[in-house]
């Protein structure tokens, strides 16, 4: 499901299909997407004796032949016909419920459908998980497994002993992350998560279940109210929960009898559907148009002194409005300061643009002129060759003598005279990342020594995260030989922040120290708001252009509407279990030599991990 398709992913799930082929007409009628019922007769009874089922005189289920192959693909995921508890004391009801978990598995296999619903009551699963685990690692099995767990322990429509109580840690999100723990956090297991009367009231929570692979949100019947029209609607507080998993790319599913039999089952889907074009309507901005496709993928970071940048990439950029309205504000607001109102037709400030691709700070510098009516002389300094072509073709049609364009890198060309306003982009995802510390070292040399510099200070922030979605795509990563040791430009989505996020490096400029050093050590220690997962470590930058005029990718203080630049994700090789409260402790490395800049980084508590990327060994920024 996507957020440009017309309507919701809408699933009926049934109890038991008597005719398989009008269960599905019916479904598609009522304009459900596809059908999710039992493969085996829920009332079968069996009996397993040395692996052979001691009575078998009739079929085990329906025909593979009552549907065609594409159509069992297509429009049926199957579910369990019963509760398999396969880690029962009794070793009959434990012999017999492997067995019989183990003949639905094949008949889906054999049958070759997408994904198969298996629920969990507790988590004594090790069995289950054992059995769940081999089919998962079969390359010869290429469907999904879903586990089926209820939101709330509240509605757990299972038998429970009243006299033996539950910890705190025995609810169904610590079921699955044993679950996902024991499977290796496979990416073929999935989640389907019940809606329950019952809503978690803890943020928290609703966040941590928000960073798991959830695949589908099962509505039963009777969480519908009729409204006064008589038609059924969720309550708000329903509503609001469905909305946030909107984001997913989660189906919904309606399971249970007709409660509104007047209205007919289709009225269901085409409430969910209602809601979902009320979120879709909601969520139309030019950030979300523009980032929609790339959450939770990895991309490699930028290295712009080594690799030149295609147009393409240069157009991305180039579209953001946020970043550039701040940039002409801050550039205007150095002008005003640096030339009075007095002065301001006779004095010329000189403004250099460093790194100016393909000139989008060169117009926001000409605006910004034009605007506080100051007199400047532009240098647009470039390195990339095809750049300069554009930056030359704009002198002919737009800007003419304004501009003049250096074809150099800003570190290696010697001027006829200083700058009063250094201009630059560099920025990466945690600011320093695509080496514009060592850039703007290189190039303050052009600046008058009481020049400014836009930007003049810029800082990283790291939070510990929770996802499995991001750590399953760092898992199939093929590019590297150690993929836990490079960091990732990620669109973050199906994540939570175990913390907030914290101050780890800053870089200032001009830069005033008699010894230029660019190492940084850090040492953090977080407080986990919640039991989680630890997968590694988001990064993110402010940064602070002129005065009080910023911009910034931290969650906290995220300029509204800007989507130049993703979070970093630094990825742990092995995931860490965190308890609520516990201290989490991170050392972060920037590394610098004469020919490249890479980061380390390892956690001390509450376990200890091994020190990433060593000597850089998967990673590094090139200074050439």
């Known amino acids: 499901m996507s957020s440009s398709t017309k309507t919701v992913r809408c699933a009926l799930s049934v109890s038991s299909v008597p005719n398989i082929t009008e269960a599905i007409n019916n479904a598609i009628d009522n304009k459900f997407t596809y059908l999710i019922c039992p493969l085996v007769n829920p009332r079968l009874k069996r009996e397993y004796i040395s692996d052979n089922l001691r009575h078998q005189e009739l079929p085990l289920t329906r025909s593979d032949l009552d549907l065609s192959a594409e159509c069992w693909q297509n429009y049926v995921v199957g579910a369990v016909c019963q509760f398999y508890d396969c880690d029962s004391e009794d070793q009959i009801i434990r012999d017999n419920a492997i067995c019989g978990l183990s003949e639905e598995l094949n008949i889906v296999s054999h049958l070759n459908l997408t994904n198969f619903i298996i629920p969990i009551r507790s988590g004594n699963i090790e069995n289950f998980s054992r059995i769940i685990n081999n089919i998962l690692l079969n390359k010869l099995t290429m469907f999904n497994i879903i586990i089926r767990v209820p939101l709330h322990m509240n509605n757990l429509d299972i038998e429970i002993e009243n006299d033996i109580p539950r910890s705190n840690d025995d609810t169904p999100w610590y079921w699955w992350k044993k679950m996902r723990t024991l499977c290796e956090e496979n990416t073929r297991l999935g989640l389907a998560l019940e809606l329950t009367n019952d809503l978690l009231e803890d943020e928290n929570e609703i966040e941590r279940w928000y960073s798991e692979p959830i695949r589908m949100i099962i509505i039963p019947t009777s969480l519908f109210l009729t409204n006064k029209s008589g038609f059924p609607v969720l309550s708000k507080a329903h509503q609001r929960f469905i909305n946030k998993f909107f984001k997913l790319d989660i189906d919904l599913v309606v399971e249970g009898s007709n409660r509104h039999p007047e209205r007919g089952t289709t009225k269901y889907q085409e409430y969910l559907n209602y809601l979902f074009k009320q979120f879709q309507s909601n969520s139309v901005d030019k950030m979300t148009q523009f980032t929609k496709g790339y959450e939770d993928c990895l991309q490699n970071p930028l290295q712009p002194l080594m690799d030149n940048l295609e147009s393409q990439v240069y157009e991305v950029f180039e579209k953001d409005p946020i970043?550039?309205?701040?940039?002409?504000?801050?550039?205007?607001?150095?002008?005003?300061?640096?030339?009075?109102?007095?002065?301001?037709?006779?004095?010329?400030?000189?403004?250099?643009?460093?790194?100016?691709?393909?000139?989008?700070?060169?117009?926001?510098?000409?605006?910004?002129?034009?605007?506080?009516?100051?007199?400047?002389?532009?240098?647009?300094?470039?390195?990339?060759?095809?750049?300069?072509?554009?930056?030359?073709?704009?002198?002919?049609?737009?800007?003419?003598?304004?501009?003049?364009?250096?074809?150099?890198?800003?570190?290696?060309?010697?001027?006829?005279?200083?700058?009063?306003?250094?201009?630059?982009?560099?920025?990466?995802?945690?600011?320093?990342?695509?080496?514009?510390?060592?850039?703007?070292?290189?190039?303050?040399?052009?600046?008058?020594?009481?020049?400014?510099?836009?930007?003049?200070?810029?800082?990283?922030?790291?939070?510990?995260?929770?996802?499995?979605?991001?750590?399953?795509?760092?898992?199939?990563?093929?590019?590297?030989?150690?993929?836990?040791?490079?960091?990732?430009?990620?669109?973050?989505?199906?994540?939570?922040?175990?913390?907030?996020?914290?101050?780890?490096?800053?870089?200032?400029?001009?830069?005033?120290?008699?010894?230029?050093?660019?190492?940084?050590?850090?040492?953090?220690?977080?407080?986990?708001?919640?039991?989680?997962?630890?997968?590694?470590?988001?990064?993110?930058?402010?940064?602070?252009?002129?005065?009080?005029?910023?911009?910034?990718?931290?969650?906290?203080?995220?300029?509204?509407?800007?989507?130049?630049?993703?979070?970093?994700?630094?990825?742990?090789?092995?995931?860490?279990?965190?308890?609520?409260?516990?201290?989490?402790?991170?050392?972060?490395?920037?590394?610098?030599?004469?020919?490249?800049?890479?980061?380390?980084?390892?956690?001390?508590?509450?376990?200890?991990?091994?020190?990433?990327?060593?000597?850089?060994?998967?990673?590094?920024?090139?200074?050439?």
Request: glycine letters at 4%.
């Open 323 to 624: 970043k550039y309205s701040q940039y002409q504000k801050a550039i205007a607001q150095a002008l005003i300061e640096r030339v009075s109102e007095e002065k301001k037709n006779i004095q010329e400030t000189i403004i250099m643009i460093v790194g100016a691709g393909r000139g989008p700070l060169v117009k926001m510098a000409i605006q910004a002129a034009e605007e506080t009516g100051r007199k400047v002389k532009l240098y647009a300094i470039e390195k990339n060759k095809n750049a300069i072509n554009t930056l030359l073709n704009l002198i002919n049609t737009d800007w003419g003598d304004r501009v003049t364009v250096i074809a150099k890198d800003m570190r290696d060309w010697e001027p006829s005279e200083k700058a009063d306003i250094l201009v630059s982009e560099l920025l990466g995802s945690v600011g320093d990342n695509e080496l514009s510390p060592e850039c703007l070292d290189g190039a303050q040399r052009l600046l008058k020594d009481d020049g400014i510099s836009v930007p003049y200070r810029y800082r990283s922030f790291i939070a510990p995260v929770q996802s499995y979605k991001v750590y399953s795509e760092v898992r199939r990563c093929k590019e590297y030989e150690h993929p836990y040791e490079a960091p990732y430009v990620v669109l973050l989505n199906n994540h939570c922040r175990i913390a907030e996020e914290q101050f780890l490096f800053q870089f200032s400029h001009p830069n005033t120290d008699k010894k230029i050093n660019n190492n940084r050590y850090g040492k953090l220690e977080f407080k986990a708001n919640f039991d989680a997962t630890l997968h590694g470590f988001a990064g993110y930058f402010d940064c602070h252009l002129y005065k009080d005029i910023d911009i910034s990718i931290t969650p906290t203080t995220h300029s509204p509407g800007m989507f130049s630049w993703f979070p970093m994700f630094f990825p742990l090789k092995t995931p860490i279990q965190v308890k609520q409260n516990e201290i989490i402790i991170v050392h972060f490395w920037r590394c610098v030599s004469s020919k490249q800049v890479h980061y380390e980084w390892c956690v001390s508590s509450p376990n200890n991990s091994v020190i990433h990327n060593p000597n850089g060994r998967t990673y590094w920024i090139g200074l050439h």
